[in-house]
Structure formats: C-alpha cells, structure tokens
C-alpha cells in the first residue's frame, strides 16, 4: 500500500488541509529512480465527486472516505531560546539536558479524508477511427 499527502483548497483564516491518497500494490518507476521529485500521473474529479487517478497509459477509479480521526501534519520548529520565556521553574535541576528534550511543533495542515483506490488499474485504450464515419 502506498500512502502520500496532496494539498487541497483552504478556506480563509483557516489550518490548510491536505488529503491522503492510498493506493493499493505498488509503484515502481521505469529506472527504478525512486519517487521522490517524480511526477505520479494526473488526479481529476468527475461532476459526482468520484476521483480519478491517470498514471501512464492506465486509469484507478477511487472514492473519497472520511477518517474517523483527522491526523495533524507537524513540521518540528528550532529550538528556542528559554531565557525568554515567562514560565520560569523553581525547580533548579533544569538543565541543557531537560531542554534539549523540549521541542516545539508547529500544525502545518490538517488531514480530514482520503482517496482511497482499491481496484486494479485499467488500461487505457485509443481505438483507431474508421474511415467513412
């Protein structure tokens, strides 16, 4: 199974929010280069909302399905300095080491639904014109 996130349209004020996509089986590249900066194919909708996924000369059929827990995508912030902060400890054995142990993440969007495609790819086929029609 494969899973990635894609970004999807926000509202204003509002946390981004992406979408899972999950396919099933595998995806390998023609060089075996790897995914990462490639190109995966083309993610259109249909009028009734039904997903649909063109990778190379094939066609996935998907459906769009509710998490029922949204997950968080985090994006781990630099650490900040403590001597600004206002929440000062009585207890002397802070240290680099407790500090160090403390980080600050910051929600970069929100994932709510995936696409899920289950069924096997379909090939795409172009059939020759007739001549006369």
């Not at 996130?5 to 204003?12: G, N, S, T, W």
């Not at 000062?88 to 495609?117: G, H, P, Q, W």
């Amino acid at each position: 199974m494969v899973q990635f996130a894609i970004r999807m349209p926000q509202a204003e004020g509002g946390c981004p929010e992406w979408t899972m996509v999950e396919l099933q089986g595998e995806l390998e590249t023609r060089d075996s280069s790897g995914l990462p900066g490639n190109r995966l194919g083309d993610l259109h909708f249909t009028k009734g909302g039904q997903p649909i996924v063109l990778i190379g000369h094939h066609v996935l059929h998907g459906k769009v399905v509710e998490l029922e827990k949204p997950f968080a995508v985090l994006v781990k912030e630099k650490k900040k300095d403590n001597k600004d902060d206002s929440t000062d400890s009585m207890d002397t054995r802070d240290s680099a080491e407790d500090s160090e142990k403390c980080s600050d993440y910051l929600v970069k969007a929100v994932i709510r639904n995936k696409l899920v495609f289950k069924n096997r790819p379909r090939p795409i086929i172009n059939l020759p014109h007739k001549k006369g029609h």
